[in-house]
């Protein structure tokens, strides 16, 4: 069985080499769906009888591992050096350095590689992540799906 929490948070970012409007400072309103897999809890008596995973605990782990730390703050990739050392540079600023350029790709993928460890078998139920779907816009997303992440 599969069951998708969505979640939805604010960023800034810059796509540096970008031909087009991506270059410049902007944000975005993202959104992420976060799905997983696994057996339907048979239980009687649990709260989580017939449940994969409480949808409030699928937010709650996605919020303290990833939403939390991204919302409102910029993503800046390592590697756009002017712009990382002055964001650096604002005291308190809320800035996510990573390892490569902030597309939708790969934030579905970094978003992944972060998740798929906190959902890792939680209830003795198989449970796994399956895919994280990550909306740069209402009408663009990237799908980072299980077995096909390059670790
Ligand atoms: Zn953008």
Not at 36 to 43: A, M, V
Not at 49 to 66: E, H, I, P
Request: charged content about 25%.
């Amino acid at each position: 069985m599969r069951i998708t929490r969505r979640l939805e948070f604010d960023s800034g970012h810059r796509i540096p080499d970008h031909q087009s409007q991506c270059r410049h400072l902007h944000g975005h309103r993202y959104a992420i769906e976060i799905t997983l897999q696994g057996d339907i809890i048979r239980q009687p008596g649990s709260p989580l009888n017939g449940m994969v995973m409480d949808f409030s605990d699928v937010k709650a782990l996605a919020k303290q591992n990833l939403v939390d730390a991204w919302d409102h703050a910029f993503l800046v990739w390592r590697g756009d050096v002017d712009l990382k050392s002055f964001l650096e540079s604002q005291p308190g600023h809320k800035t996510v350095v990573l390892d490569v350029v902030p597309t939708a790709e790969n934030l579905a993928a970094v978003a992944f590689d972060l998740l798929d460890r906190v959902y890792r078998d939680t209830y003795g139920n198989h449970l796994c992540l399956e895919r994280v779907r990550l909306y740069e816009t209402p009408n663009c997303w990237a799908d980072a799906v299980k077995e096909e992440i390059k670790k």
